[in-house]
């Protein structure tokens, strides 16, 4: 895989194995389920976390490079709900590290921003939280 799936992957697997909510690559999701998703929010079902990755900042000269995830969490109409699953989140990304992810060593998770984006157009609340991932990205100019 790439840089930016082996990341993403991992991180969806992390919260998965944790018990945060359901990774299915293939995307299929019952009704009662809390989804974790990679890039795109689904119309269903209701509680939903969505993970997306930007750069922030990458080293000239060495493989050091600080990966932006954003996690937008979705729930129920009461605010409490998609707070409560951004805590869930919080409680294993925060400080969390090592890992490699597929191909991609994860030095450190922090986060850096958190706030509430309110509903969507189903009347659902929403929160976002974005993390730094701290990694190593393979670069055949940096070796």
Known sequence: MSYTVDL???????????????????GAYA?????????????????VICLTAY????????????????VRTRAGADPREAD???DLVFSVLQSAGPYL???VPVQLITRISAAPIGADSSGR?????NY???AHRVHPHLE
């Open 31 to 47: 009704p009662g389920e809390t989804a974790i998703t990679i890039a795109a929010t689904p119309p269903a079902p209701d509680r």
């Open 132 to 134: 730094h991932c701290r």
């Open 125 to 129: 609340m929403e929160r976002t939280s």
């Open 55 to 70: 750069p922030v900042t990458d080293s000239p000269v060495l493989t050091d490079t600080t990966t932006g995830v954003q």
């Open 101 to 103: 992810f597929g191909t």
């Open 8 to 26: 993403l992957d991992g991180l969806a697997r992390l919260l998965h194995e944790q018990g945060v909510g359901i990774y299915r690559p293939e």
């Open 84 to 86: 409560t699953l951004d």
